[in-house]
């Protein structure tokens, strides 16, 4: 069993171009194609963002790969205009040497928890008398403690539904939502506007937040005029 915390990784942007494109889509519409100078074009977005007109934000697109945990995925899916490449559990068979034959899980924010502690990792022994006498002394740490069991658990199974001759997309069945998985959206930047605004409010899961309270923060730094006003 492999824990692991939450990533993202942002492909390679070419903001000039980004911003270039998206000024000579939004000028069309005024024909003000004259007022187009080397450095133009953040002012003009910024003005286009401020007035509402994100319509002219779809022309260019951003991709981003998130490693996280499942029902965090099941999340992100839901948002329409977006192309979505996912690590599959129908295919992927984690008993396989390609994933060191274990189940890698997400470790949730609210988990005390890390990777390297090797004294927490060693839970195979642990009763469920065990965890309940932790959580009447040390709720914190009885529920950690009950967390890890239920990964352990939910290996143990999977492997065990593998060697009995189950196909990995019968045996999925007994996974959770901390199971880790891969994720590559790309959506033009009028939909991230919208995914930013709706995933980083409090009322969002607190592991969406994890996730894109510190990607908008980056993205910011790439694309003040898409952004800065979020």
Same mark, same amino acid.
């Given at each position: 069993m492999k824990l692991i915390y939450p990533s993202y990784e942002i492909e390679p942007l070419n903001v000039q171009l980004i911003i270039s494109n998206i000024e000579k889509a939004g000028r069309t519409c005024y024909k003000s194609e004259e007022g187009i100078k080397p450095d133009s074009a953040e002012e003009f977005i910024t003005k286009i963002v401020a007035r509402g007109h994100e319509s002219v934000l779809e022309h260019e697109k951003m991709t981003v790969r998130f490693i996280c945990d499942r029902g965090v995925t099941h999340e992100i899916v839901r948002h329409r205009i977006a192309s979505f490449s996912q690590e599959s559990t129908r295919y992927c068979n984690?008993?396989?040497?390609?994933?060191?034959?274990?189940?890698?899980?997400?470790? *949730? *924010?609210?988990? *005390?928890f890390l990777p390297?502690?090797?004294?927490?990792?060693?839970?195979?022994?642990a009763s469920f008398e065990t965890t309940k006498e932790i959580l009447e002394s040390d709720p914190m740490q009885g529920a950690m403690? =009950?967390? =890890?069991?239920?990964? /352990? #658990?939910? #290996?143990?199974n999977y492997l065990a539904l593998i060697n009995a001759g189950w196909?990995?997309?019968?045996?999925?069945?007994? =996974?959770?939502?901390?199971?880790?998985?891969?994720?590559?959206?790309t959506a033009n930047f009028r939909e991230w506007r919208t995914i930013f605004k709706q995933r980083t409010? /409090?009322?969002a899961?607190? /592991?969406?937040?994890?996730?894109? =309270? *510190?990607l908008l923060s980056e993205v910011r730094q790439y694309l003040p005029c898409l952004f800065s006003d979020l």
């Open positions: 984690y008993s396989k040497d390609k994933f060191d034959n274990q189940l890698t899980f997400i470790i *949730p *924010p609210w988990v *005390p390297d502690d090797k004294s927490r990792a060693s839970i195979d022994d403690t =009950l967390w =890890l069991q239920a990964m /352990q #658990q939910a #290996q143990n196909q990995p997309q019968q045996a999925r069945s007994v =996974l959770p939502n901390s199971l880790k998985t891969e994720i590559v959206v409010s /409090q009322a899961h607190p /592991q969406m937040r994890e996730l894109m =309270l *510190p």
